[in-house]
């Protein structure tokens, strides 16, 4: 490869690089994850993070002054895939903030100062997926593709519709039934997006997107899940405005709840290279939280031992673990809809970030996650119950000593509270507004702009005809 920027199999014994023009969601070779990779050689790296700052006060309505704005593009020297500025989908995501949340930490037990909470959900859809998607239009863009599409519990559904309508795409989500909270339902309807309703969860959505989007090319379909790698390279912005809210200082933890474990992986992805740039002299420790009842990557990797293994990932005892999850028809489920996902697809990526940040894996139950959610309501701003994952968990890392009251931690609120405004008003009043509206009266509908769900059998076939394309 002689280019500055490149597509790589995370498979060592693959390795197969493809030119970043190309559309790939897996290795056309042996079908692992592909990674964005940069021949740090022929570009201009940062001198310092704190480099960066100089551009704080240089965002205009010219193209330099939009990029300076996005706290994902201030960072485009990090991540610098796109063939020429010209091409990027910015819409003013990640500005975000990292607040101080001294409060909870008394009350958790913690000194002041030590407790950090990044507000994911201050973005334009109201979670961290705008990070991920702004370079995930970027490079749609570059390839010319129309129509762009993803499976979602949710936020990547709103996030995929507002990006898609501002850049004039055609959008189409795929959401399981009855699945996804309704702040983040009504996000992609109004956006404009074509919603197919799967007769099925989040996994089997997921399944029958990358079918489409891979084995029909004549529907031209340009996947958007983070099996995209230009999504990931985006989400290493929230570590950098991490470190940013930190006068660049380097934290002792980073808490991040896990679904597909795109955000974890782009975590890692981000300090192996800050590291290998010089930039940071040390990599925080990772710790990455799962709902108990959609808990693959903690059964997997602390309860039985899966790990990195320099790229070598067993794959065989991810198949059994998958098989005795079919033998048992198991389906994940939690209160946490955001993160109901049973077979993460960045499961192996994850595994590099958890060796390279020498991290660990907790589940929590869904009663942990509602108390935790209120905290973090009560004595800091809101968040949706999968965020409140992480607050969750570290009140048992800090029970059972292995995160220090005194040491320094980030937990990443990843979506907004009013995405999930039914399970608030459920914790503080047993009223279950889902099965209300179940029982309420259905008005007409007459809007102009009214955007119907379309319910669909989880099927190719189905989904095809539903599309009509
Ligand atoms: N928190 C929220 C609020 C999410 O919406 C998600 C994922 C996660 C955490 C987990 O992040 O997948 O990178 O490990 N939501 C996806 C979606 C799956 O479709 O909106 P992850």
């Known amino acids: 490869m002689t280019e500055r920027a490149y597509q790589q199999c995370v498979n060592p014994t693959c390795a197969t690089t493809y030119g970043v023009d190309e559309i790939h969601v897996a290795c056309a070779k042996c079908g692992s994850l592909l990674d964005i990779q940069y021949d740090w050689n022929r ?36 991540m610098p895939f796109y063939r020429s500025e010209d091409d990027i989908v910015t819409i003013g995501e990640g500005r975000t903030m990292l607040q101080q949340a001294d409060i909870l930490a008394r009350h958790l037990g913690m000194g002041a100062r030590s407790l950090f909470l ?5 973005n334009p859809s109201g979670s961290f997926k705008d990070n991920g ?26 996030s995929l519709a507002l990006y898609a309508s501002l850049a004039e795409l055609t959008g189409i989500v795929f959401i399981g039934s009855g699945k996804i909270a309704f702040g983040k339902l009504s996000q992609a309807l109004d956006y404009g997006a074509i919603t197919l309703q799967i007769k099925g969860d989040f996994d089997a959505c997921l399944h029958r997107v990358r079918e489409i989007a891979t084995d029909h090319p004549e529907l031209g379909i340009y996947l958007m899940n983070s099996v995209n790698p230009f999504r990931l390279e985006g989400q290493k912005s929230i570590m950098y ?11 002792d933890w ?5 679904g597909n474990l795109g ?20 990599i925080p420790r990772l710790a990455v939280i799962n709902a108990r009842g959609a808990n693959t990557l903690h059964q997997l990797f602390s309860v039985r031992g899966l790990k990195w293994n320099d790229g070598h990932v067993d794959h065989d005892s991810i198949n059994q673990y998958y098989g005795e999850l079919n033998e048992a028809g198991y389906h994940a489920h939690t209160i946490a809809s955001a993160i109901e996902i049973g077979r993460p697809v960045n499961l192996v990526k994850s595994l590099r970030a958890l060796d390279a940040m020498n991290g660990i894996t907790r589940e929590v139950s869904d009663d942990e996650i509602l108390e935790a959610r209120a905290m973090i ?12 994952a992480g607050i969750a968990a570290l009140i048992n890392l800090l029970g059972d000593g292995t995160i220090g009251k005194s040491e320094r931690v980030t937990c990443i609120l990843t979506g907004h509270e009013l995405k999930d405004a039914d399970a608030t008003v459920r914790y503080h009043t047993g009223i279950d507004m889902k099965s209300a509206q179940d029982h309420a009266t259905k008005f007409p509908v007459t809007g102009r702009l009214a955007n119907q769900p379309i319910r669909v059998g989880d099927s190719v076939e189905d989904i095809v005809a539903a599309l009509n394309m």
């Open 43 to 78: 570009l201009a790296i940062p001198k310092s993070l704190s480099s960066f700052e100089s551009r704080w006060s240089t965002n205009g309505l010219d193209l330099e002054g939009r990029l300076n704005f996005s706290g994902v593009w201030r960072f485009r020297d990090l």
């Open 118 to 122: 990044q507000y994911e959900g201050l």
């Open 133 to 158: 998607m702004t370079a995930a239009f970027t490079h749609a863009k570059m390839v010319g593709a129309k129509k762009v599409a993803c499976a979602s519990t949710g936020n990547t559904s709103a």
């Open 241 to 251: 405005r991490v470190l940013e809210g930190l006068n660049w200082e380097v934290p």
């Open 254 to 258: 980073i808490i991040v709840p896990g």
């Open 263 to 282: 955000n974890c992986s782009a975590f890692g992805k981000a300090f192996i290279e800050l590291k290998a740039l010089g930039l940071i002299d040390r």
């Open 377 to 388: 309501a009560r004595w800091g701003f809101g968040c949706e119950p999968a965020s409140a």
